[in-house]
């Protein structure tokens, strides 16, 4: 099994892949992390492996002609892509490319994801956990670049994360280590979706718990509230009606952000990271869940670890998935690892 090159070079560009629980994405991203192409396609999981990847081959391929690119023994040219990059949430096997049993991707057993993208697009590929692997891009290309020691965490339908320790992604065994959503909160809590214990991170911080919660706290109360009006609220309408002023909304929204700086000084204490990177789309609320969060981290966590700690915004935004997947392939080949085997 000798180590594989990407077909045009140690720079060529190369067609990211990130496989979320509720949207899939491709797209062609260079090796200074500039986004050529992004296209994205619900993931509709419930249909299957067979399908699912198929659907995100084609849209790899859709990805490859909208950056003007080429794939597969035709893309020896400047504008070859070299490489596969693929996110995905765990558990999976990196090493050996294996989807094992997602937990956003149920019935989804065993998928040896790297040999079909191999097979489908005929040049080397790599899996990453999909948090790790933006934790990965963020520090090579977004808000954590320059840092040594950074954690990043995303707050989106799961909550995922990913750990750079003393300029070094930290992985775990067979990278699966930093799944910094399952950090407990509550050991008496609410049941977690992704892994079925009680009072992880995520059964509080995550999209899906704050749209959850507050329909739990619409049916115990008499309170009025604008969310009342709305069929199914979702974690925005929550932030939204919270800005507004909206008591049970706000009370919802207290809550997440109180389990998310929980979560986040206990992660705090365990690696003093210089800047923590938040991302995910419950952060487009911004400051409203950054600052109080940022606050009562840097209050709680023993000093002196997370008193100057910052907390910022993903930079890479919706293309965090694609970039990590991206960073994933150009990290493997500078450090001399192999891509995959034919
Ligand atoms: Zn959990």
Redesign the pocket.
């Known amino acids: 099994m000798a180590t594989l090159r990407p077909v045009g070079g140690e720079g060529a560009p190369v067609l990211a892949l990130d496989i979320g629980g509720t949207k899939l994405a491709a797209g062609v991203v260079d090796a200074a992390g500039t986004v050529h192409s992004f296209v994205a396609a619900p993931s509709e999981p419930e249909r299957g492996p067979d399908d699912g990847l198929a659907r995100l081959f084609e849209l790899g391929r859709q990805a490859v002609a909208e950056a003007g690119a080429e794939i597969g023994s035709t893309g020896n040219g400047p504008t070859g892509i070299g490489a596969v990059g693929i996110g995905c949430g765990g558990p999976l096997d990196s090493e050996r490319g294996v989807l094992l049993s997602p ?1 956003h991707l149920p019935g989804w057993r065993d998928v040896p994801v790297v040999e079909l993208a191999r097979a489908a697009f005929d040049v080397p590929a790599a899996l990453e956990n999909d948090a790790t692997a933006a934790a990965a891009g963020e520090h090579r290309f977004g808000a954590g670049a320059g840092t040594r020691h950074m954690v990043y965490l995303t707050v989106s339908t799961g909550v995922g994360g990913g750990v750079v320790a003393d300029g070094r992604l930290y992985r775990g065994a067979m990278g699966n280590g930093g ?1 910094l ?2 950090v ?1 909160v509550d050991c008496n809590g609410r049941v ?12 509080y911080a995550s999209g899906t718990s704050i749209a959850e919660r507050a329909v739990e706290a619409l049916a115990a109360s008499g309170a009025p509230s604008i969310l009342r009006a709305l069929e199914r609220p979702t974690a925005a309408d929550v932030a939204a009606a919270a800005r507004d002023g909206d008591a049970l909304a706000a009370a919802v929204w207290d809550e997440t952000v109180s389990a998310l700086a929980c979560g986040l000084t206990s992660i705090v204490n365990l690696f003093e990271p210089e800047l923590v990177v938040l991302g995910g789309g419950v952060t487009r609320a911004g400051e409203q869940l950054i600052g109080p969060v940022r606050d009562a981290v840097r209050s709680d966590a023993v000093r002196p670890a997370g008193e100057p700690v910052g907390v910022v915004r993903s930079a890479l935004g919706d293309h965090v998935g694609i970039v990590g997947a991206a960073t994933i392939v150009y990290d493997r080949l500078a450090s001399g690892v192999m891509l995959a085997h034919g």
């Open positions: 937990l799944e959503g399952h407990t977690c979706r992704g892994c079925g214990r009680r009072g992880c991170l995520e059964a």
